[in-house]
T-cell receptor
Framework: EAGVAQSPRYKIIEKRQSVAFWCNPI?????LYWYQQILGQGPKLLIQ????????DSQLPKDRFSAERLKGVDSTLKIQPAKLEDSAVYLC???????????????FGEGSWLTVV | AQSVTQLGSHVSVSEGALVLLRCNYS??????LFWYVQYPNQGLQLLLK??????LVKGINGFEAEFKKSETSFHLTKPSAHMSDAAEYFC??????????????FGTGTKLQVIP
């Protein structure tokens, strides 16, 4: 079974530039997550999709970050304009579905490493 | 609101020694608890999870964790450390929100160093 796919793996951009990350979840997984992991910290949820609908984007800096999952499968996370503090690993993850009481395992991709200079 | 606290951002053990990584949780409902491992330049990989079936949970690579409700703890252990265990370990707590959607909160992580 293929895992969560992410691209690009590494990206270096200058501040105020834009960047986009792509994620393809495990086949059949309805829930898709984007996490931000700053060096030395745990993952922080940016946005959570259930199929193609947003269920939680409370921690997404909406003035610069946007995300979509138009057909309920793959997803794109965009940052525009980037700031120095956006340097982090952006982890995409997926899980089966809601309605199981929180017991679902979340499966992670290898991450997209962003450096803003 | 749920949360997890991982005591010790860095832990060093000798090869062959006991590994003990501490995790305490806070949750208003019976929680589901996870341990993930992250190797350098990789994503997070599930080690084990507690879903109320048994308080002692066995995972991959010889790791296990015991759920102790009275202590609100879910510490990760391995009897004998191997060099390949050097990585960062994250404890996470999960439940559902009012809409039935899974909400997962991660700890800040513990970096394990194994000394030969």
């Amino acid at each position: 079974e293929a895992g969560v796919a992410q691209s690009p793996r590494y990206k270096i951009i200058e501040k105020r530039q834009s960047v986009a990350f792509w994620c393809n979840p495990i086949s059949g997984h309805a829930t898709l997550y984007w996490y931000q992991q700053i060096l030395g910290q745990g993952p922080k949820l940016l946005i959570q999709f259930q199929n193609n609908g947003v269920v939680d984007d409370s921690q997404l800096p909406k003035d610069r970050f946007s995300a979509e999952r138009l057909k309920g499968v793959d997803s794109t996370l965009k940052i525009q304009p980037a700031k120095l503090e956006d340097s982090a690993v952006y982890l995409c993850a997926s899980s089966l579905k809601a309605g199981t009481g929180g017991r679902n395992t979340i499966y992670f991709g290898e991450g997209s490493w962003l450096t803003v200079v | 609101a749920q949360s997890v606290t991982q005591l010790g951002s860095h832990v060093s053990v000798s090869e062959g020694a006991l590994v003990l990584l501490r995790c305490n949780y806070s949750s208003s409902v019976p929680p589901y608890l996870f341990w993930y491992v992250q190797y350098p330049n990789q994503g997070l990989q599930l080690l084990l999870k507690y879903t109320s079936a048994a308080t002692l949970v066995k995972g991959i690579n010889g790791f296990e964790a015991e759920f102790k409700k009275s202590e609100t703890s879910f510490h990760l252990t391995k009897p004998s450390a191997h060099m390949s265990d050097a990585a960062e370990y994250f404890c996470a707590v999960s439940d559902t929100d009012s809409g039935g959607y899974q909400k997962v909160t991660f700890g800040t992580g513990t970096k394990l160093q194994v000394i030969p």
